[in-house]
């Protein structure tokens, strides 16, 4: 996973797999999906992230199984 944040645009892209965009969908007027072949979730972007998602701050944390 690739998580990338563009103070410049205040753009949030994350980046779940690294394989082909197939389509992209508008989620809303902010928010684009990109998917694979198969329809899966391969990546989002994310606009206005400050206001609507707390970048740049990020936290990540991994539990056991």
Same mark, same amino acid.
């Given at each position: 996973?690739?998580?990338?944040?563009?103070? /410049? +645009?205040?753009?949030?892209?994350?980046?779940?797999? /690294?394989?082909?965009?197939?389509?992209?969908? /508008?989620?809303?007027?902010? +928010?684009?999906? /990109?998917?694979?072949?198969?329809?899966?979730?391969?990546?989002?972007?994310?606009?206005?992230?400050?206001?609507?998602?707390?970048?740049? $701050?990020?936290?990540?944390? $991994?539990?056991?199984?």
């Amino acid at each position: 996973m690739k998580i990338r944040y563009f103070a /410049d +645009t205040d753009t949030l892209h994350i980046e779940f797999r /690294d394989v082909a965009v197939a389509e992209t969908r /508008d989620l809303d007027e902010d +928010t684009i999906l /990109d998917l694979d072949l198969r329809g899966e979730i391969c990546a989002m972007t994310i606009e206005h992230a400050s206001r609507r998602a707390g970048a740049p $701050q990020l936290s990540y944390e $991994q539990i056991a199984a």
